[in-house]
């Protein structure tokens, strides 16, 4: 268990790209080779596999502009990329959200309870969250940019789901 | 008739229609806040129950799923329909103004063009809405 806890941590880990030389990026290909086949060795990866097939499957239907029938924008790579990384950097305790595309082509990541219990973040190709929560009769919303970190105040309100 | 120039009143019923299967849950039969959400657009389609059966609603949402198949090139399916009362839209407030045709369309408008915002009002709308599947 201590060890599955330590290999997540560390696969997270891999994502990061930090720097944008000849050398940082080959090393970002190491780093994600090397996560792959942790990936498929070991069983606790499977958090990982669930992220990247949301993802996946997600913009597998929305990847062409007008996908909804109603000029709905494509989501893209980047935006593909700030979801996945927003989710990889979630704590491993809080559950991961349901997916889905908004017309404007960014994520939707949902953490649902019951109607009047939800909270949702949109991510779009800059990084930038638009997030609403309903908790009984306390309602949140707002704005910030996911850079590295995700705010507390968003772990806070995920984890009240 | 045309109820083109005839305002829509709070106890009137307005349908949502489905067009995506992840804009419901079909483990608890509830409406996602996806199905209300507007962006890009600042205004959003409605149909009112007004006037019309059962069945000449659905046929509505029908030519709606039609269009949008004829407009994308893939196949749209309408899953249901998303019945909202207009009191709870003018409870956010926001307005409802015909807009015609097709018949009986409405569009509600205007959402606030800040996302987040955006949001919230499309988690209230689904608070206070009832889906209904089309049936097969």
Redesign the interface.
Known sequence: MTAAATMNYSTAYLFSTQGISAEALSIDESKKSISNRLLDTFSMGERSRIIFNRVVELTSIASVRGWDGYDGLPVTYGTHYYARRFMFRLPEHLPLPELSADPDGAISMEWYRMPDWIFSISIDDTGKLDYSGIFADKKVSGSSFFVEEIDSDIIDYIGRI | MSLQNTPVTPNEMLARFV??S??F?SS?N?V???CF?????QDMSVTRHRDIDESELWKLGSNA?A???R????Q?TMYGRADISAKDIFDTDLNIEPSEPPKNHANIKPFPS????Q??I???L??KAHLVYFPK
């Open positions: 067009f995506q992840k804009h849950r608890d509830t996602k806040p996806e959400m507007p962006h890009p657009h799923a269009e949008r198949s407009k994308s090139g893939t749209i800040e996302k987040a915002k949001k919230q499309s988690q209230l689904a608070l």
